[in-house]
């Protein structure tokens, strides 16, 4: 294990677990803010242009989920309503990956599955929840990098999601 991921791991670790379990008394998700902070790092896109990809990608599948249930209400909200709902806002989300603010797609996806398993669809949590779990990643990649910095000074930090 090289030294950046340890240091990284450790910041992450003390910020999630603050999060984990101060989220709830500002009426938040923590584990759609985990589901943020996960894709930041799964995004492969560091700081603030890979957050802000994170951002617009997440958001785009919590829109893409809530039409998703719009559609199959105006259908007649019967097993083949949604089923014809779910695949054309599949499509959709597929399809929006090649556009450059909604092209990280699992990112897409996350925001999807994400307002349909958070209570009563409440998408404005939802929504606040992501964010500040992206921002959580923001902050656990940044910190992991200064700290490295600090310890190994004259040397970069190495891509999240990459091995020495």
Do not use: H
């Given at each position: ?87 054309f806002?599949?499509?959709?989300i ?71």
């Amino acid at each position: 294990m090289n030294f950046y991921r340890l240091a990284t791991a450790a910041f992450t670790g003390l910020l999630c677990g603050l999060w984990g379990g101060f989220a709830g008394l500002m009426d938040l998700s923590a584990w759609a803010g985990f589901a943020g902070c996960t894709a930041y790092f799964a995004c492969g896109i560091r700081l603030i242009p890979g957050a802000a990809v994170t951002v617009s990608s997440s958001f785009a599948g919590v829109g893409c989920a809530w039409l998703m249930l719009r559609g199959a209400d105006l259908l007649g909200s019967a097993n083949s309503a949604y089923a014809v709902s779910v695949g054309f806002f599949v499509m959709c989300i597929v399809l929006l990956g090649r556009f450059k603010w909604t092209s990280f797609v699992p990112g897409t996806f996350v925001g999807c599955y994400s307002l349909f398993a958070i209570k009563d669809n409440d998408w404005v949590v939802l929504l606040a929840s992501l964010a500040v779990g992206v921002l959580l990643g923001l902050v656990c990649d940044w910190g992991g990098s200064t700290i490295f910095a600090r310890w190994k000074p004259g040397t970069d930090a190495e891509p999240v999601g990459q091995e020495s």
